[in-house]
């Protein structure tokens, strides 16, 4: 099998979103699918140091372990190629800025922020696009690391091929003088991530949409270096709903974490992910991660960019979660209990947690699921007005239907859900009522819950005697 050796490379300044999150995954997919000839790499680009945020670094790797994306090599788990922190690799980039320097490739600029503003506002005077290869000095001082570093670029027509987005090409125009390692010693991502790539055998490069107006200085900077340059893949962006705007902060691009805070499974999430802008190229929406991995391939990727629509993240999830046994769910669902459901008998809860499994969208909806099995309801009549059926129901009425059902269960001994189905479809035919109604008023006469798991099966795990005392409160508290 060929080598594959793929990276995530992310900076450390901020929080993990869908986007980034994306392009990981899909290049550990490639990696993936190599077997013992493939390697997915975590290398930090921590070079902006003005931008770093405090913590980054641990959320981003953190939120790939929950995602199940591990690395092979990278921050944390090291390899042959340590250090993986870009600072830390200073010494590194300035040898391979010596060979440029020394192949007259690069060139210290002299000039201060006042003169290039001076040629930018030139430039717009006379209506034509600022390029510094225009400005470049004739004697340009030896470079002392005290002054940027820039790239002495070779401008010419560049056509490629990428893996995504196919047959493309540039004039020119395009490539300019770009600075390699600023003032401060730290290298720009133009010229690090070339170097990092080259030195650990990068074979596939994915990244997002906004750097493919980049690629042309890309790939004149593999020529100065002598560097043959590795597949390139674009991923398009993915859109706000609307499809009008990239995804924002605004739009409901959050933390990654968060939705781990929220009850979804990390199954999902990768199985929502991987088919934003991806498919296999039939009807299947729900995937394993060993599904993903084998059928996974850039030329199935979009070229258009991919929607993000987080009702459907939820729909994926309920999917994920019942396509689990309750013995896989149940270790997952630990934050998720109440306090009361926590001081029960963990037998108890996995009896709950089989009744409500279908039922739950997220794992955030336990605690109103499965709350009413633990602990004593409070009566809720507010809930019979607003339902359009029971609300037409008169006092009298509720108080008679819910005495029924209490005479019903009092004389009844096998309280299995198969027994019970039969006792309430009895009951159907003594009150005369539809089961709209009276399955309805009984069940919030014993949970005072929204929504709850089939009416005998919530009976039979409540128990007779828990069922008989609520019924009664109830009809009390009329």
Same mark, same amino acid.
């Given at each position: ?19 980034? @999150?994306?392009?990981?995954? $899909? ?44 690395? =092979? ?28 320097? =020394? ?14 503003? #001076?040629? &930018? ?62 003032? =401060? ?21 994915? &990244? ?89 391939? *850039?030329?199935? @990727? ?21 396509? *689990? ?37 997220? *794992?955030?909806?336990?605690? @109103?699921?499965?709350?009413? $099995? ?9 809930? @019979?007005? /607003? ?26 001994? =096998? ?6 189905? /039969? ?21 919030? #006469?014993?949970?005072?819950?929204? $929504? ?27």
């Amino acid at each position: 099998m060929t080598l594959v050796r793929t990276r995530f490379a992310p900076s450390p300044t901020g929080f993990m979103h869908v986007g980034g @999150v994306r392009t990981a995954l $899909f290049a550990w997919f490639l990696a993936r699918q190599a077997g013992s000839n493939g390697a997915f790499i975590l290398r930090i680009e921590d070079t902006d140091k003005s931008r770093e945020v405090e913590g980054s670094i641990a959320q981003i790797e953190q939120s790939l372990r929950w995602l199940g994306i591990h690395w =092979d090599e990278g921050v944390d788990v090291g390899g042959p190629h340590t250090p993986y922190l870009q600072s830390e690799r200073l010494e590194l980039y300035k040898t391979w800025a010596q060979k440029l320097i =020394d192949s007259g490739r690069a060139y210290a600029d002299p000039y201060t922020p006042e003169e290039l503003d #001076a040629f &930018r506002e030139q430039a717009k005077a006379e209506k034509r696009p600022f390029l510094f290869r225009d400005h470049r000095p004739e004697h340009p001082p030896i470079w002392d690391g005290t002054q940027p570093l820039r790239f002495k670029s070779d401008p010419k027509p560049y056509a490629w091929t990428d893996a995504v987005m196919g047959k493309l090409s540039t004039g020119p125009d395009a490539i300019d003088d770009f600075i390699l390692i600023k003032s =401060d010693g730290f290298p720009t991502y133009n010229f690090c991530h070339i170097v990092d790539d080259a030195e650990m055998g990068i074979t596939h490069v994915l &990244r997002s949409q906004e750097f493919v107006s980049s690629t042309p200085k890309f790939l004149n900077l593999y020529e100065a270096l002598g560097l043959e340059p590795p597949i390139l893949a674009t991923l398009p962006f993915v859109m706000a709903i609307d499809g009008k705007k990239k995804l924002g902060k605004r739009d409901g691009a959050k933390d990654i974490l968060e939705y781990a805070t929220e009850g979804y499974l990390p199954e999902a999430m990768v199985n929502f992910l991987a088919t934003l802008g991806w498919n296999d190229g039939t009807e299947q929406e729900v995937f394993t991660v060993h599904e993903l991995i084998e059928k996974f391939s *850039l030329d199935r @990727v979009q070229k258009s960019p991919a929607r993000f629509d987080e009702q459907r993240l939820l729909w994926l999830n309920g999917q994920h979660i019942r396509s *689990l046994s309750v013995d896989e769910l149940y270790p997952r669902t630990r934050d998720f209990w109440t306090d009361a459901a926590l001081n029960a008998g963990e037998d108890e809860r996995k009896n709950v947690l089989a009744l409500v499994q279908d039922r739950l969208k997220t *794992l955030a909806d336990l605690p @109103v699921l499965s709350g009413y $099995f633990f602990e004593e309801p409070t009566p809720n009549w507010g809930m @019979v007005r /607003e339902n359009k059926q029971l609300s037409k129901l008169s006092t009298e009425e509720v108080s008679g239907l819910l005495r029924a059902a209490h005479e019903a269960f009092s004389a009844t001994e =096998d309280f299995t859900a198969e027994a019970l189905q /039969e006792v309430l479809n009895e009951l159907l035919e003594t009150t005369g009522q539809k089961p709209g109604i009276l399955f309805s008023l009984i069940r919030l #006469a014993v949970s005072w819950a929204p $929504f709850s798991p089939a009416l005998n099966e919530t009976l039979a795990v409540l128990g007779k005697d828990t069922v008989l005392a609520r019924i009664q409160t109830s009809v009390q508290s009329l």
